[in-house]
T-cell receptor, first 114, second 111 residues
């Protein structure tokens, strides 16, 4: 399977704990995106990488959120001091780069904060 | 006004029906229009991508963009129960930027 993969698929945590999610994009895709989706809503953009550089961050990405893509391949999204409002599906997408605009999504990580 | 508006439905149709799904958007700078299909508890799957105005057809699916009225549509011919899913429209103003999604329309096709 050469699609976008995300781990873990599900995460249950207690309020105040830190969590980290991983995304492996499609091989050779330069662009990597993180989105958050809550029930009944479309995905909302969080942040975007071109290779290892984080080029854009949404206002939704509070100080408790940090994302990295250290070698321009996989990416991690960490949420510190989780809150119940962080409960959502966290989606990763990748895109080839250049003039290609299509984004291909992974299966998501479903986070539940108790 | 939200940047992308999409009626969440739900929309229920019998098998074989023609389905019309629609979105409106507010900013004329948007140039790229996409439709994604999302099954329950799965990631969105890219169905169709259109640049600027016009129609694009792929099998039973046709995407249509009318930039003058800021209106985008997805038509599904001969709908099947396997088409039951949430359909999300997404737009972007230039290549490589974040997609802006509608809320999604939930479609149910009964056999």
């Amino acid at each position: 399977d050469t699609g976008v993969s995300q781990n873990p698929r599900h995460k249950i945590t207690k309020r105040g704990q830190n969590v980290t999610f991983r995304c492996d994009p499609i091989s050779e895709h330069n662009r990597l995106y993180w989105y958050r989706q809550t029930l009944g809503q479309g995905p909302e953009f969080l942040t975007y990488f071109q290779n290892e550089a984080q080029l854009e961050k949404s206002r939704l990405l509070s100080d408790r959120f940090s994302a990295e893509r250290p070698k321009g391949s996989f990416s991690t999204l960490e949420i510190q001091r989780t809150e119940q409002g962080d409960s959502a599906m966290y989606l990763c997408a990748s895109s080839p780069g250049g003039s290609d605009v299509e984004q291909f999504f992974g299966p998501g990580t479903r986070l539940t904060v108790l | 006004q939200k940047e992308v508006e999409q009626d969440p439905g739900p929309l229920s149709v019998p098998e074989g029906a023609i389905v019309s799904l629609n979105c409106t958007y507010s900013n004329s700078a948007f140039q790229y229009f996409m439709w994604y299909r999302q099954y329950s508890r799965k990631g969105p799957e890219l169905l169709m991508y259109t640049y600027s105005s016009g129609n694009k057809e792929d099998g039973r699916f046709t995407a249509q963009v009318d930039k003058s009225s800021k209106y985008i549509s997805l038509f599904i011919r001969d709908s099947q129960p396997s088409d039951s899913a949430t359909y999300l429209c997404a737009i972007a103003n230039q290549a490589g930027t974040a997609l802006i999604f509608g809320k999604g329309t939930t479609l149910s096709v009964s056999s």
